[in-house]
């Protein structure tokens, strides 16, 4: 089992920026591919961002690429998501999620969300 916990969500004005962490636990935390999805009202559940264990590869949706950047501090145990010029249409539950079957695999384990809200 690997046990995720978001923080760092907020409201934000159009243009700001945010920080959100994750911070993993578990006897199969080490290891993972680590990602971030979000979720806005009346929507389905959307892929922000993956990266690898050693953090070598990174991927994005192209709703956020050249704006969001994954990151990870293995010895923290935490992954990070740096939201710079946020737009109302980033207002979403944001979730971390963990693949414990690598790069490839699907997410197999997820935190609860922070609320991400971005006023115009």
């Known amino acids: 089992q690997v046990q995720l916990v978001e923080s760092g969500g907020g409201l934000v004005q159009a243009g700001g920026s945010l920080r959100l962490s994750c911070a993993a636990s578990?006897?199969?935390?080490?290891?993972?591919?680590m990602g971030w999805f979000r979720q806005a009202p009346g929507k389905e559940r959307e892929f922000v961002a993956r990266i690898s264990w050693s953090g070598g590869l990174r991927y994005y949706g192209d709703s956020v690429k050249g704006r969001f950047t994954i990151s990870r501090d293995n010895n923290r145990n935490t992954v990070y998501l740096q939201m710079n010029s946020l737009k109302p249409e980033d207002t979403a539950v944001y979730y971390c999620a963990a693949y414990s079957g690598g790069w490839t695999a699907s997410p197999n384990f997820w935190g609860q969300g922070t609320q991400v809200t971005v006023s115009s």
């Open positions: 578990g006897h199969t935390s080490s290891g993972n591919t």
